[in-house]
Nanobody, 123 residues
Framework: QVQLVESGGGLVQAGGSLRLSCAAS????????MGWFRQAPGKEREFVST????????YYADSVKGRFTISRDNAKNTVYLQLNSLKPEDTAVYYC????????????????WGRGTLVTVSS
């Protein structure tokens, strides 16, 4: 089993940056692909980015491509999401998730979820 705890959210002005972290418990972190998702008020949870087990494969939603960067440190059991050039429409609760396979952008492929961290971008 994997437990995930996100941190790093907060209030930032448009154009600003944040770095989200997701710390994972368990010895098998390096065998999971990891994803970031977000859910804005009144909207469904949506895919943001994913990274393969060894960090070699990364994918992004079109809405964040070129602005967000996903990375992982398997020695620290942590996955990161760097958020740059933030926009008010990026406001959401951001969740990290772990998949034992290639999770990609499909929520059902992710078995473990954190509780989320809130990112608020003011205009």
């Amino acid at each position: 089993q994997v437990q995930l705890v996100e941190s790093g959210g907060g209030l930032v002005q448009a154009g600003g940056s944040l770095r989200l972290s997701c710390a994972a418990s368990g010895r098998t972190f390096s065998s999971y692909s990891m994803g970031w998702f977000r859910q804005a008020p009144g909207k469904e949870r949506e895919f943001v980015s994913t990274i393969g087990w060894n960090g070699g494969s990364t994918y992004y939603a079109d809405s964040v491509k070129g602005r967000f960067t996903i990375s992982r440190d398997n020695a620290k059991n942590t996955v990161y999401l760097q958020l740059n050039s933030l926009k008010p429409e990026d406001t959401a609760v951001y969740y990290c998730a772990a998949s034992p396979s290639l999770g990609g952008g499909s929520l059902p492929r992710y078995d473990y979820w954190g509780r989320g961290t809130l990112v608020t971008v003011s205009s």
